[in-house]
């Protein structure tokens, strides 16, 4: 056991938590990081990806939606400048803080011309306001020329890199055209997590694949708890309008998980994951237009409260069974 291992532990020994305290949330890093809430604003930089421009394939990966995964970000013939200026005059009232991270959400945001991309990250870092710039992407679309420029980005500001793995199930990374698997995504973590500054590595997973156990998933989980991975978006299969898992799911439909079931299983996942890494996400985030299934993710409120009250009721702790297999390894 590493010495990192040994203080996580120990960290972590008092079981009596407060609400706040269960899980390691985006909103306590922010706070540690700025003294404050941040808010994300979403943003569109022009990009395509690699399984949709043909370069790997034509349809996208299976959930995916025309928006490239970026339903809530600004209209892309906008520049970077006013798509922030237009999201923050949207938001403006209730974020008191003035503090902001430019998000980079829709399709692969370091797939393109590099220069053009970093001219864009730097259009954004240079509103006072943003205080960090985070850049969703896929782990074989970061060339050499683009290590060098998040690394030159790592050392001014703070960055995080989304990167969408899913699953590490090859059989379900097949199935919804992926496109890499997953030694790929596992050798650019390493690296991404070694450049020098602040950049952190954020891992998309998605539970309820369709074919997927319960244990498939939490192996998803155990094995992003063993990379030096900085935070997760854990989300629930979301089934959006015009995609070609919509198709599917009219055609012959599967069952999903209902939200107790889910909330459950999220318990079980957050205590299988790493009491360090922060969680961003733990449920799908489909904008009500585009949703098809489950609508119970539509009531927020309610499933945030329902999480809230079955983790103080079983004493959900973040790392609580990470932990014991270091104490009990057998
Ligand atoms: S990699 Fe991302 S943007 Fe590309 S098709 Fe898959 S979900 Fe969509």
Not at 16 to 27: F, G, P
Not at 127 to 150: F, H, K, N, Q, W
Not at 170 to 198: H, P, Q
């Amino acid at each position: 056991m590493s010495g990192s291992e040994e203080d996580i532990i120990r960290s972590r020994g008092n079981n009596e938590r407060k609400d706040t305290e269960r899980y390691l949330s985006a909103n306590r890093y922010y706070r540690s990081l700025f003294g404050e809430k941040v808010y994300r604003i979403a943003l569109d930089a022009g990009c395509t990806c690699p399984n949709r421009d043909g370069t790997l394939g034509y349809g996208g990966c299976i959930f995916c939606s025309g928006s490239g995964s970026g339903e809530f970000a600004s209209d892309r013939s906008l520049s970077i400048r006013q798509q922030l200026a237009s999201a923050k005059s949207r938001v403006s009232a209730k974020i008191l803080s003035g503090k902001y991270i430019a998000y980079f959400q829709n399709f692969t945001n370091t797939y393109g011309d590099e220069e053009d991309l970093n001219r864009k990250y730097e259009e954004a870092l240079s509103d006072p306001e943003v205080v960090g710039i985070s850049i969703a992407t896929r782990p074989d679309c970061i060339s050499e020329r683009m290590y060098g420029i998040l690394t030159e980005l790592a050392s001014k500001t703070h960055v995080w890199i989304e990167l969408g793995l899913q699953t590490i199930h090859e059989k379900t990374a097949v199935w919804m055209r992926r496109g890499y698997d997953l030694s790929c995504f596992d050798k650019t973590v390493k690296r991404l997590a070694s450049i020098d500054g602040n950049l952190d590595v954020i891992v998309h997973v998605i539970l309820d694949l369709p074919g997927e156990t319960k244990s498939q998933m939490l192996e998803t989980i155990d094995h992003c708890s063993e990379l030096p991975v900085h935070g997760i978006k854990i989300a629930n299969l979301n089934i959006l309008k015009g995609t070609d898992l919509a198709f599917e799911y009219e055609v012959s439909p599967f069952p999903l998980m209902e939200r107790d079931e889910y909330i459950a299983f999220l318990g079980e996942c957050i205590c299988h994951l790493r009491p360090d890494i922060v969680i961003y996400r733990m449920t799908g985030d489909g904008a009500r237009r585009s949703l098809i299934a489950p609508s119970w993710i539509l009531d927020k409120r309610t499933v945030r409260n329902r999480i809230t009250a079955y983790f103080r009721e079983k004493n959900i702790v973040q790392g609580s069974y990470w932990i014991s297999r270091r104490l009990n390894p057998s």
